[in-house]
C-alpha cells in the first residue's frame, strides 16, 4: 500500500512539472505568435489602399521574377524555370517546375528563353500567373 501511494505522488508530481513545463512554453510563444499575426494583418491590409496611376505599373513591374525556361511541355502545360529570388514567395533562386496559367506565348516556348514572370501558390502547387518573353 505504502509503494502505490508514493507511485501515484511521484507520478502526480511528474504530471504537474511537464503541465507547469507546458504552460510556460505557451506562455513564451503566445507573444511571438501574436506578433506574427498582428504583421501579417497589416500587410495584408495594406494591400487595400489605392494606387495611384503613377505606381501601378512600376509596382507592377516589381512583382515580376527572371528566369529563363530549361524545358517546356506543351502537352501539359508545364514550364521548368532557372529563375532568380521569387520576392512575392520568400523563395530563393533555384529551377523547378511550374504549371502554366496562362496562354503560352506564340512562338512557343523553348529552351534558353529569357522570361520575367509571375509565380503564385495554388493548393501547394506552383503556378505561373504572368508570362513575358524577352526576346
Request: aromatic share 4%.
Amino acid at each position: 500500500m505504502h509503494n502505490t501511494a508514493l507511485l501515484v505522488s511521484r507520478t502526480s508530481r511528474t504530471s504537474r512539472t511537464t503541465l507547469a513545463v507546458r504552460l510556460a512554453l505557451a506562455a513564451a510563444l503566445i507573444p511571438a505568435w501574436a506578433w506574427a499575426c498582428a504583421q501579417a494583418t497589416a500587410h495584408d491590409h495594406a494591400a487595400h489602399g489605392a494606387q495611384s496611376a503613377e505606381t501601378a505599373p512600376a509596382a507592377a513591374s516589381q512583382d515580376l521574377s527572371e528566369g529563363e525556361v530549361t524545358r517546356w511541355d506543351a502537352r501539359t502545360s508545364k514550364v521548368t524555370l532557372r529563375h532568380g529570388e521569387l520576392k512575392n514567395l520568400g523563395m530563393p533562386p533555384m529551377t523547378m517546375v511550374f504549371q502554366l496559367r496562362v496562354a503560352a506565348p506564340e512562338p512557343a516556348l523553348k529552351a534558353g528563353d529569357k522570361v520575367r514572370f509571375r509565380a503564385e501558390q495554388d493548393q501547394g502547387a506552383f503556378v505561373v500567373t504572368q508570362l513575358e518573353v524577352l526576346r
